[in-house]
């Protein structure tokens, strides 16, 4: 079975401070790896995804995960936090059939200035 | 650009009502889910379409049902609210080809 979790419930940097938000996952077969955002009061927007291509992957605004098969991780960086960048983050792993994701927890990210 | 829209973003319903979320999209896309996201739980699927007139439970589908009557339309039925359905609704749909989901801004729904 497929899972995700999310090790930080919250984080809080400081703003042009370095961005880590961590995820593992497991999955009985090679899977797909998403990340999303979701800013106050708006929908989910896709940050990234990982589909068995290059391990390393660049999204928007900045953002990059990195897939390690080894440690089960695909954890999400960004090299310097911007005050936009403050919202929740989830980190999702492929299903199965019929596009079915699941779901971490979340992480809420705080940046101050 | 591509859309998926819900009929409210904020509800209030009584216990016992019945209350229908509507979820559309413009995208032609074959599959549509319904979510619940409640704090420290992230997202939960209810149930999900992969055609017209086809439903699969998720795996919290006790106390809602849905209904598909044409591929662009998905809407998400509490037969009888309960308090403990004040939650987020999310709807999303993917095309069948690749496994991103587009989600719709949600509703927020409280039943009191």
């Known amino acids: 079975a497929q899972s995700v979790t999310q090790l930080d419930s919250h984080v809080s940097v400081s703003e042009g401070t370095p961005v880590l938000l961590r995820c593992n996952y497991s999955?009985?077969?090679?899977?797909?790896l998403f990340w999303y955002v979701q800013h106050p009061n708006k929908g989910l927007q896709l940050l990234l995804k990982y589909t068995s291509a290059a391990t390393l992957v660049k999204g928007i605004n900045g953002f990059e995960a990195e897939f390690k098969k080894s440690e089960t991780s695909f954890h999400l960086t960004k090299p310097s936090a911007h005050m936009s960048d403050a919202a929740e983050y989830f980190c999702v792993v492929s299903s199965g059939g019929y596009n079915k994701l699941i779901f971490g927890a979340g992480t809420r990210l705080a940046v101050h200035p | 650009d591509v859309k998926v829209t819900q009929s409210s973003r904020y509800l209030v319903k009584r216990t016992g009502e019945k209350v229908f979320l509507e979820c559309v999209q413009d995208m032609d896309h074959e599959n549509m889910f319904w979510y619940r996201q409640d704090p420290g739980l992230g997202l939960r699927l209810i149930y999900f379409s992969y055609d017209v007139k086809m439903k699969e439970k998720g795996d919290i589908p006790e106390g809602y049902s849905v209904s598909r009557e044409k591929k662009e339309r998905f809407s998400l039925i509490l037969e009888s609210a309960s308090t403990n359905q004040t939650s987020m609704y999310l709807c999303?749909?993917?095309?069948?080809?690749?496994?991103?989901?587009?989600f719709g801004p949600g509703t927020r729904l409280t039943v009191l």
């Open positions: 999303a749909s993917s095309p069948t080809e690749n496994n991103e989901q587009f």
């Open positions: 999955s009985s077969y090679s899977p797909s």
